[in-house]
């Protein structure tokens, strides 16, 4: 009368399934460096929290009507918890037929994907191999060419603006595996181990004649600075951890608030450091990322995407235990103009935090958009356009910190002027829509050319020109134009401490989808 | 031979090496100018100067190469 014979039978065909491509190809994968996808899940969930759907799903062969041998499909999905709070796990097996897809993967990758969507819980993609994409052999087959399907789409690129989306690059990724991880919120790879390109390097040498190992073609060392990856660790317990940090400042979903946790960091901390930090010497540059350290909560800074335009720094931090997002400039890259990557850096980054509710602020040295040929080659005002309009699109609180240079469209553009103006400017502010240095030989083009002494006149102008530069002439106009608040640097910390908390209680009206939904 | 490269489009402000110099990983080699800035840039290696291939005042584009190491 019982069914413990089919229960037995069940808890079989998981232990098959749980040998993934058999010993002999993972001990290849453990030899080649990598972790196998099973013990992956182990480490980036919390003990004991992995609830897999579809572990017995796979190619069975029979003998005499038994089951002798099986082959587990190559995608490992399911749920788990990350810190307490629950998520989909999507992974790939690297050693079953190296990730290439069939109808089964398909399926399993299209569930996680709708799982994260319907639940609206975070979406973590653990991607090796082709991640699931064809290979030649699907004609053979089945005895038809296949017609490319991007497997369960819809709901990835939906969810995008719904639940956070994660992945790790885990080996040599290429085609639809490439893709899974580039449409992500946060993607990490690991140095010696990752490598990932549209297509590999076969397809590339009889595909366009370049022959370059896999290292060459998409190592750490390509994608480093490439935009495709955000962070490169160096080791596959480095990027769980960095999962697990990404994820901690985010919410499960646009619908809920993101999670604040207690500090034992004073929010009133006024570090004397502050003062002096920015060089009155107008042409030395200064380190962003200590002037960061001292505003912010303790420890809780993560950047984002450093190698990327790197003239301004993406991450997210806490002030008093609230999750904000910081935009900053770092002029000893290229002296902190904006370039072609660095709107884009913004857009997306202004857009993650609109999706997510996570306030702004922006740490203003800026000199404005790049300027010269090279820049003007690759359209760069185009690009920077767009990512202003990141920022006016944006409803969440944001506010100005001017620690420096503030000019012209790229300058004007770090913020909406038009909706309450919360800027901050430290007496080191200094700000125009024209640079002195060209800005008064254009202004004055005909006097200098017409006069007896141009060079005389050029330092009388300078001279005069220099004497206007001061932000408290800006304090005394107030309104579009003018400087709201100048304030002592080291009051900087609770200032902001102050903000977030008038932030936090704007939020709750706002939840739910953005007005436009963010692409990756 | 390694190569430290302009980081950015300006003005070769200093040169703060010789050939035969030994340098180190983070040590400022050149400051470049632009906008009014002075940017230094590190090496990214250690090793001998073995050619310095801009004099100060030149313009370089972001990617020229300023210095090779050995």
Redesign the interface.
């Known amino acids: 009368m019982s069914w413990q014979p089919e229960v037995d039978e069940l808890r079989r065909r998981e232990k098959l399934a749980y040998q993934m491509g058999g010993k002999e190809n993972v001990e290849r994968h453990r030899s080649n460096g990598k972790l196998p996808v099973r013990e992956r899940i182990q480490r980036l969930l919390d003990k004991d929290t992995f609830h897999e759907i579809g572990a017995i799903a796979g190619s069975a062969t029979y003998q005499n009507g038994k089951l002798v041998d099986f082959e587990p499909t190559n995608v490992i999905i399911g749920t788990g918890k990350i810190n307490g709070r629950k998520v989909v796990v999507s992974a790939d097996d690297f050693t079953v037929r190296g990730g290439a897809g069939d109808l089964t993967s398909m399926e399993k990758q299209i569930y996680s994907e709708l799982m994260a969507y319907e639940l609206k819980l975070p979406m973590v993609r653990l991607v090796d191999g082709t991640g699931g994409g064809g290979s030649v052999t699907s004609t053979e087959d089945s005895g038809y060419p296949h017609v490319p399907v991007n497997p369960g789409w819809d709901y990835v690129v939906n969810n995008i603006g719904r639940v956070p989306v994660v992945a790790a690059c885990l080996g040599s990724v290429a085609g639809l595996g490439a893709a899974r991880v580039a449409a992500s919120h946060f993607s990490v790879m690991v140095e010696g181990i990752s490598q990932l390109f549209t297509a590999g390097p076969l397809i590339v040498k009889y595909g366009i004649g370049e022959d370059l190992t896999k290292e060459e073609l998409g190592g750490v060392e390509v994608h480093r600075s490439s935009g495709v990856i955000n962070n490169i660790v160096k080791s596959e317990d480095e990027a769980f951890e960095q999962i697990k940090t990404f994820l901690s400042y985010l919410p499960n979903n646009v619908w809920e608030l993101p999670p604040v946790i207690k500090t034992e960091d004073d929010s009133n901390r006024k570090e004397e450091e502050l003062i002096s930090a920015i060089p009155r010497n107008?042409?030395?540059?200064f380190k962003i990322r200590p002037i960061l350290q001292m505003v912010f909560d303790k420890g809780s800074i993560f950047e984002m995407g450093r190698h990327y335009g790197g003239d301004t720094v993406t991450g997210f931090a806490r002030l008093n235990g609230y999750p904000v997002g910081f935009l900053a400039n770092d002029?000893?890259?290229?002296?902190g103009?904006l370039s072609v990557e660095s709107c884009h850096k913004i857009e997306r980054f202004v857009d993650l935090c609109q999706t997510f509710h996570l306030p702004i602020v922006n740490f203003v040295d800026q000199?404005g958009v790049?300027i010269?040929l090279?820049a003007e080659k690759q359209g760069l005002i185009k690009h920077a356009v767009r990512a202003i309009s990141a920022i006016y699109q944006a409803t969440i609180p944001m506010v100005e910190i001017i620690l420096r240079r503030k000019y012209g469209v790229g300058g004007a553009g770090m913020s909406n002027a038009h909706r309450l103006r919360q800027r901050y400017a430290w007496p080191s502010a200094d700000w125009g829509s024209l640079?002195l240095?060209g800005g008064i030989q254009v202004a004055y083009r005909r006097k200098l050319e017409s006069s007896e002494n141009p060079q005389a006149l050029l330092e009388k102008l300078v001279s005069k020109y220099e004497s206007f530069r001061s932000p408290f002439l800006t304090a005394e106009a107030f309104g579009l134009f003018g400087i709201e608040e100048i304030i002592d640097p080291r009051e900087t910390r609770p200032l902001l401490c102050d903000w977030v908390e008038d932030a936090y209680s704007l939020l709750p009206q706002q939840l739910g989808p953005s007005t436009h939904s963010m692409r990756p | 031979m390694n190569k430290i490269t302009s980081s950015m489009t300006g003005n070769v402000w200093k040169i703060l090496v010789n050939v035969g110099d030994q340098v180190e990983i983070g040590q400022e080699v050149v400051i470049l100018e632009s906008m009014k800035m002075e940017i230094p840039i590190e090496s990214e290696i250690s090793g001998k100067v073995s050619e310095i291939k801009v004099k100060e005042g030149d313009f370089v584009n972001e990617g020229d190469v300023l210095i090779t190491i050995e």
């Open positions: 107008r042409r030395k540059p002029p000893y890259v290229r002296g103009g000199p790049s010269g090279a640079p240095e």
